[in-house]
């Protein structure tokens, strides 16, 4: 307890603002015994000149102070007018200087201080001594809370740097791994460890991430610095300031909600490379896939892909022998690239008529527009619904049709073609746009697919009760590419908080078989594929025995891979 106040005292004397505030402080109560003292003279001179009484100084002292305190005792009066004049004068000067100034004076340069002590001691300083293989994460902004669960589920250690002190005891008091410090101040990163550290993501506004890439290179030249870019214009200037790689995190949102459009082109989508295999994702609208069962598909005996699990409304569930596809149905296979080729040969042949090529995109922002841009490269035909006359000349060049107006307007909706798309992006950066824009386009067109942004995980919930079918989240991708930077892999993006885990087999499920262990009934996650050694099945059968010493690859959500440790310990 000493220390914590001994340090606390050093804080609060070794700033300089704080000494000038406790200069103001002493200069005021210096005042206020002078007057004090001139009144407590005074009291004397009338009392024994004006009304010819006489007391001692200690009773003059005690008259003043209970008169400018207005107790008033009553004991001591004057019976002059003068005497009563001066009382008044006296009683309302120590209104104003005893329960007025003083009061704000010594919250304003003593208390409010001695708090900010309090609380900048409470904060960390500084990572512990021998701190290696951390991640930095220079703003809690927020794409920071998914990025440190993805972290925490693997043991990474992080630090979130903060600045304001408030700010970041709050979020010391909430758990999170902080540290108090400035983004552009080498003692910050210093104090860090960032020569030890794994990866430092600099996710400020852009002219702050070049001032924190420069100041990070002065101290570590050869740490892994990843860049946030709101502007694509900015990528050059980020990466000769030094930052290893630059996310343009907007553009890259926008081509990955196009890379949910698989109309008028191929219908699978490679997710993910496991060596050999890869996991594909595919569409069967419009194929006489459509309405049947998993089992009567016989899509395995016909590609050779295994359908592990299925997107039903932004939902992966495991995949059922039993389910039935529908027409909003995006099943999750494990495959070959040959046996990922013959799957779009099946779909192709089994189409019942062909995809339409139109998508309208509500929203023509960064965001917007690096969508339609992915999608015109597809060949597909896009409309552009925005309400900004600036964006047109823009649009221009990456849509066929541009209608500016807005998109919560009925007529506006109807001309900017949400009749003839066979897909609507929403793209907006306002979440509560997005859910409300999903419920009307839903009401208006039942058959259209809707693929949404948000940018607060929160409204996940919402969004897909307002009828989206797929959902992806600027937080979700900016946690994702910066893992997959931390981890040395490729980014994975597939929906909202789904990952890929690689597991060790619990001893209570060795020798059992994928059945039998009812790892997808109990826990919901999906089982790409089993290591033994240096073999790798990644086209498990559900009689597929799971080894001793093996590993599992599987597919889900960290909250589900939690549910997993601890159903099977």
Request: charged share 20%; proline share 4%.
């Amino acid at each position: 307890m000493i220390k914590i106040l001994a340090t606390q005292i050093s804080y609060f004397l070794n700033q300089n603002q704080l000494r000038r505030n406790v200069g103001a402080l002493l200069q005021y109560v210096f005042f206020l015994l002078a007057v004090i003292a001139v009144f407590t003279v005074l009291f004397h001179v009338i009392m024994i000149y004006g009304e010819e009484r006489e007391y001692s100084w200690i009773t003059g002292l005690y008259w003043t102070l209970t008169v400018m305190s207005t107790l008033g005792f009553g004991d001591i009066t004057f019976h002059s007018d003068l005497g009563r004049a001066f009382t008044i004068l006296v009683l309302l000067t120590g209104i104003v200087l005893l329960l007025i100034m003083l009061p704000f004076a010594f919250i304003r340069f003593f208390y409010a201080p001695w708090i900010e002590a309090q609380i900048h001691i409470q904060c960390p300083r500084s990572a512990p001594p021998n701190m290696t293989g951390h991640v930095i994460i220079c703003r809690y902004d927020s794409i920071a809370p998914n990025l440190i669960k993805r972290l925490q589920h693997r043991d990474i250690p992080y630090f979130v740097i903060e600045s304001d002190s408030a700010a970041a005891v709050a979020l010391h008091n909430e758990g999170i791994s902080v540290v108090q410090g400035d983004v552009d101040s080498s003692d910050t990163y210093e104090r860090l460890r960032v020569g030890e550290a794994r990866l430092i993501f600099a996710n400020a506004a852009d002219t702050i991430n070049s001032n924190i890439t420069l100041t990070i290179r002065d101290v570590a030249p050869d740490v892994t610095v990843v860049a946030s870019a709101e502007n694509e214009d900015s990528i050059d200037i980020l990466e000769l300031s030094g930052a290893t790689t630059v996310l343009p995190l907007k553009k890259m949102l926008g081509e990955n909600l196009a890379n949910r459009v698989n109309a008028g082109g191929k219908r699978s989508h490679i997710v993910r490379d496991l060596g050999a295999w890869t996991v594909v994702e595919f569409t069967v609208n419009n194929t006489q896939f459509e309405g049947q069962k998993l089992r009567d598909t016989k899509i395995r005996e016909l590609a050779g892909v295994n359908i592990v699990g299925v997107w039903e409304r932004g939902r992966l569930l495991p995949a059922a022998p039993d389910m039935t596809l529908s027409e909003l149905s995006v099943p999750v296979a494990v495959g070959t690239k040959g046996q990922a080729q013959k799957l779009d040969e099946l779909l192709a042949l089994h189409e019942t008529e062909a995809l339409p090529g139109s998508v309208l995109v509500i929203g023509g922002g960064k965001v917007g527009c690096s969508a339609a841009a992915a999608l015109k490269e597809k060949g597909l035909t896009v409309f552009v619904i925005d309400c900004d006359p600036e964006l047109l000349g823009g649009l221009k060049h990456v849509a066929d049709r541009v209608t500016i107006g807005d998109a919560a307007d009925r007529e506006t909706l109807m001309r900017g073609g949400l009749t003839e798309a066979s897909l609507v992006i929403l793209s907006t950066n306002d979440d509560a746009v997005n859910v409300y824009l999903s419920i009307y386009c839903r009401r208006l067109n039942p058959d259209i697919r809707i693929v949404s942004r948000i940018t607060h995980e929160k409204n996940l919930e919402a969004i897909h009760r307002a009828g989206t079918d797929f959902v992806l989240s600027y937080a979700t991708l900016g946690a994702e590419a910066i893992l997959a930077a931390v981890l040395g892999r490729e980014p994975l993006i597939m929906g909202e908080e789904v990952e890929i885990f690689n597991v060790a087999v619990p001893p209570s499920l060795a020798g059992r078989t994928l059945s039998e262990s009812g790892i997808g009934a109990l826990t919901g996650l999906v089982v790409l594929a089993v290591e033994s050694g240096h073999q790798t099945n990644a086209s498990p059968f559900p009689s597929t025995e799971l080894p001793a010493d093996g590993r599992l690859t599987v597919l889900g959500t960290p909250l589900q891979l939690m549910s997993f440790k601890k159903q099977f310990r």
